[in-house]
Nanobody
Framework: QVQLVESGGGLVQPGGSLRLSCAAS????????MGWYRQAPGKQRELVAF???????RYANSVKGRFTISRDNAKNTLYLQMNSLKPEDTAVYYC???????WGKGTLVTVSS
């Protein structure tokens, strides 16, 4: 059974940084495309960043230049480095195994002074 467990969320001031992690199990992580998504209160869930099994990446325009998605296949872990955070980045962030369509339960990121 595929499991995805996010961690690293929390409260951060505007301009600060956080690194999210997603520990994956139950699948051959290295061959799966993975993504980070987020859902803010009252809004639809949206794609934040995507990475292929080969390491190609794609980002939402709103986070380009500030967020970096990466993966460590040896550790079965997906990361999202978030810099220059803004209040509008506040949301629950979800990890997704795109190929198998499994989701984690999410981790809350709050950007506020």
């Amino acid at each position: 059974q595929v499991q995805l467990v996010e961690s690293g969320g929390g409260l951060v001031q505007p301009g600060g940084s956080l690194r999210l992690s997603c520990a994956a199990s139950g699948s051959d992580f290295s061959i799966n495309a993975m993504g980070w998504y987020r859902q803010a209160p009252g809004k639809q869930r949206e794609l934040v960043a995507f990475i292929t099994s080969g390491g190609d990446t794609r980002y939402a325009n709103s986070v380009k230049g500030r967020f970096t998605i990466s993966r460590d296949n040896a550790k079965n872990t997906l990361y999202l480095q978030m810099n220059s955070l803004k209040p509008e980045d506040t949301a629950v962030y979800y990890c997704r195994n795109v190929d198998m369509n499994y989701w984690g339960k999410g981790t809350l990121v709050t950007v506020s002074s």
